[in-house]
């Protein structure tokens, strides 16, 4: 039996959604992160998790299907997480648009600084800020202390 018809046999299907998102070509094995730092476990919503399934394009993927509007912010975290992602926003079924992901210029509160000399470990309630300084290697630095943190994740 070749590899497509195995593939065939034992396709798994998720149903259509009619109104929310979808997260595509996530690199395998960081569905779960990305669901638990989107903080899609707090909603009161559908969602499905498909952890690595074929992908004629990289292999493996992970792919989330989510039943709510995408909130802004959310695109910015996706993209800090795994930018080489893709997300189709789903209205009445169909695909109306395919935002581009990058890596956001600045984050907030997705990371945390590791500093324990800046104010942000101090001031439980500042929000922890970052700034990109060099895409290409996917370095943030702290808003308030310039302490370097570097996504080990953004080009893999």
Known sequence: ????????????????????????????????????????????????????A???KMGKKDMIKVEMPLREYDLDTIAFLDHTATVDIIKDGEIIERPHLELPKTIT??????????????????????YLTD???GTYRCKY????????DSNK
């Open 109 to 130: 509160n997705v990371i945390k600084c590791h500093n324990p000399r800046c104010i942000t470990s101090i001031e439980q309630e500042l929000d922890h800020v970052f």
């Open 54 to 56: 074929s992908s004629m």
């Open 1 to 52: 039996m070749s590899e497509a018809e195995k593939r065939k046999q034992y396709k798994l299907n998720v149903g259509k959604i009619e109104e929310g998102f979808v997260i595509d070509h996530i690199h395998p094995g960081k569905a779960m992160k990305l669901y638990n730092d989107l903080g899609l476990d707090k909603l009161n919503c559908s969602v499905a998790i498909i952890t690595n």
């Open 135 to 137: 895409a290409y290697r």
């Open 145 to 152: 202390c310039e302490t370097e943190w570097v996504n080990q």
